[in-house]
């Protein structure tokens, strides 16, 4: 059971990076691909830990995962207001 | 075989891309491309540290993910000021 939940999650997660992508490179402006950064970070990454969660239970790794998901949402959202400020000065420079 | 090597092999395209527009995209799809591939990079190692059965591994994902976002940040405000 535990093992079946978690291949569901981990086929989420894989399939989360793969519509990310895809929407990476259907977005026209830089500004607008920004967003498909957050999509992995929250959904792929989000989806991995609780396959994780499913197949080892609490361990080591999984807090180690949970710190690097943690990082990623909060260095994330610092990094995308930092991007998104360096192309809308970028874009607006004569 | 693991479902989560195949799982990380699945996502070997999704980098390909992203390195494909690090290449080939201008220097604002290169930065953002570089943040995608940071974080598909990340994700890869997690499922190698599960597939091999590895726990170490786990330590260069987080690595990875760290010095991603510290180098974009320098990329960024390098873009912001001299590019």
Same mark, same amino acid.
């Given at each position: 059971?535990? %093992? %079946?939940? @978690?291949?569901?999650?981990?086929? $989420?997660? &894989? #399939?989360?990076?793969?519509?990310?992508?895809?929407?990476?490179?259907?977005?026209?402006?830089? #500004?607008?691909?920004?967003?498909? $950064? %957050?999509?992995?970070?929250?959904?792929?990454?989000? @989806?991995?830990?609780?396959? $994780?969660? @499913?197949?080892?239970?609490?361990?080591?790794?999984?807090?180690?995962?949970?710190?690097? #998901?943690?990082?990623? #949402? &909060?260095?994330?959202?610092?990094?995308?207001?930092? %991007?998104?400020?360096?192309?809308?000065?970028?874009?607006?420079?004569? | +075989?693991?479902?989560?090597?195949?799982?990380?092999?699945? =996502?070997?395209?999704?980098? *390909? +891309?992203?390195?494909?527009?690090? =290449?080939? *995209?201008?220097?604002?799809?290169?930065?953002?491309? /570089?943040? /995608?591939?940071?974080?598909? *990079?990340? =994700? +890869?190692?997690?499922?190698?540290?599960?597939?091999?059965?590895?726990?170490?591994?786990?330590?260069?994902? /987080?690595?990875?993910?760290?010095?991603? =976002?510290?180098?974009?940040?320098?990329?960024?405000?390098?873009?912001?000021?001299?590019?």
């Amino acid at each position: 059971m535990r %093992t %079946t939940a @978690a291949d569901v999650l981990l086929w $989420v997660s &894989v #399939l989360n990076i793969w519509l990310a992508v895809a929407g990476f490179t259907r977005l026209r402006t830089a #500004l607008d691909r920004l967003h498909c $950064v %957050t999509f992995v970070n929250a959904a792929g990454g989000g @989806a991995l830990f609780f396959a $994780v969660l @499913a197949h080892d239970g609490f361990s080591v790794r999984l807090i180690k995962l949970g710190f690097l #998901l943690l990082s990623a #949402l &909060v260095g994330g959202a610092v990094l995308s207001h930092a %991007t998104g400020r360096a192309l809308w000065i970028r874009e607006r420079r004569p | +075989m693991s479902a989560w090597i195949v799982a990380f092999i699945a =996502l070997v395209p999704p980098l *390909g +891309m992203c390195a494909y527009h690090v =290449l080939r *995209g201008d220097t604002a799809d290169r930065l953002v491309a /570089l943040e /995608l591939a940071s974080a598909v *990079g990340s =994700l +890869m190692l997690v499922l190698t540290s599960v597939g091999f059965d590895q726990p170490s591994f786990i330590d260069l994902a /987080l690595a990875l993910s760290l010095l991603g =976002l510290v180098g974009t940040l320098v990329f960024a405000q390098f873009l912001e000021r001299w590019l």
